[in-house]
């Protein structure tokens, strides 16, 4: 039997491009799933836009909130209700490729060991405001190489949530973990890394959306708060040391020096990050890791 699959959205105020996901949602290949829709306490003008939206679907779940709890712990309540074994999360603005499920599927289905934890993901295109393609890869455009670069993700989540698809074991992973980073997808990116199995499908299978309210697309995080959204990630992975050292001790040795490098940046009122802008053979070693840290940094 085709496993049950359940898509995840959470909505909150804004229907641009949602009736764009939707219909895409509506046409995918692939039947035996449940659209799972979680409103974040809109208004009602923006309520009754899903519910009608939504009338055309043959299963779907409609969870309508009056109290915003915002989009992490919308997609936390989402996660930790799914049942089916295989769980997509999607954005609002986001379209998905006709065949995108069905591919995830064929993937995980070819995998033996369905008790570990797993993850799925496939590369994306982007496109503008209008839905005109700006960019083939979302991965070059991030300067990160599936199967290659898994130990940057430990800095950096460059696969974001609407491009995975995980099973139950990593649910129940994520429902034991403490919420440390404010990113779901990355959480549920580093537990795949750390206790089961990341499966790239390579292809593109989604359309994702660049324009002015996208987050990603903003990139407006200054150089210090970067910095410290490493620091979650490093206290994240501190939880699970003794697993990623035997993996990863040369790239944790980096992190404790970006750890160092913030104390000293506190200390030196922020005049640290010209310093290390200037002189980046001085704090990191010649590696492309340390390089592909430095561009993060300096993004």
């Known amino acids: 039997m085709s496993a049950q699959v359940d898509v995840l959205l959470s909505t909150y105020n804004n229907i641009n491009y949602l009736k764009e996901l939707l219909f895409s949602l509506n046409r995918q290949t692939y039947k035996n799933s449940i659209l799972k829709?979680?409103?974040?306490?809109?208004?009602d003008v923006v309520k009754q836009f899903i519910k009608s939206a939504i009338s055309g679907f043959n299963n779907f779940e409609l969870t309508?909130?009056?109290?915003?709890?915002?989009?992490?712990?919308?997609?936390?309540k989402l996660i930790n209700s799914s049942k089916s074994e295989l769980i997509f999360l999607c954005d609002h603005d986001d379209i998905w490729h006709n065949n995108k499920i069905e591919t995830f599927v064929n993937a995980y289905e070819q995998y033996p060991d369905k008790n570990n934890p797993i993850l799925i993901y496939s590369d994306l295109d982007m496109i503008d405001s209008k839905g005109q393609v700006i960019s083939s890869s979302f991965f070059k455009a991030m300067n990160f190489l599936p199967n290659k670069s898994n130990d940057t993700?430990?800095?950096?989540?460059?696969?974001?949530?609407?491009a995975i698809a995980f099973n139950q074991p990593l649910k129940k992973l994520f429902q034991k973990t403490k919420k440390i980073i404010p990113y779901h997808d990355h959480i549920l990116v580093l537990l795949a890394i750390i206790y089961g199995k990341l499966i790239f499908v390579d292809k593109n299978l989604t359309s994702y959306r660049i324009h002015s309210?996208?987050?990603?697309?903003?990139?407006?995080?200054?150089?210090?708060?970067?910095?410290?959204?490493?620091?979650d990630?490093?206290?994240?992975n501190f939880s699970y040391k003794k697993l990623i050292e035997s993996r990863y001790s040369?790239?944790?040795?980096?992190?404790?020096?970006?750890?160092?490098?913030?104390?000293?940046?506190?200390?030196?009122n922020g005049t640290l990050i010209n310093d290390l802008t200037s002189n980046k053979n001085k704090y990191f070693a010649p590696r492309n890791i340390s390089e592909r840290i430095e561009l993060f940094f300096l993004r």
Not at 37 to 43: F, V, W, Y
Not at 233 to 236: N, T
């Open 37 to 43: 829709i979680r409103d974040d306490g809109s208004n």
């Open 213 to 231: 309210s996208n987050a990603i697309a903003k990139m407006t995080l200054t150089r210090s708060e970067k910095i410290n959204n490493i620091i």
């Open 233 to 236: 990630i490093y206290r994240f």
């Open 153 to 162: 993700l430990f800095i950096r989540n460059s696969i974001p949530g609407c």
């Open 250 to 268: 040369p790239f944790l040795e980096q992190i404790k020096i970006i750890l160092d490098l913030h104390k000293e940046m506190v200390k030196r």
């Open 64 to 76: 309508d909130s009056n109290k915003n709890i915002g989009y992490f712990y919308s997609f936390c």
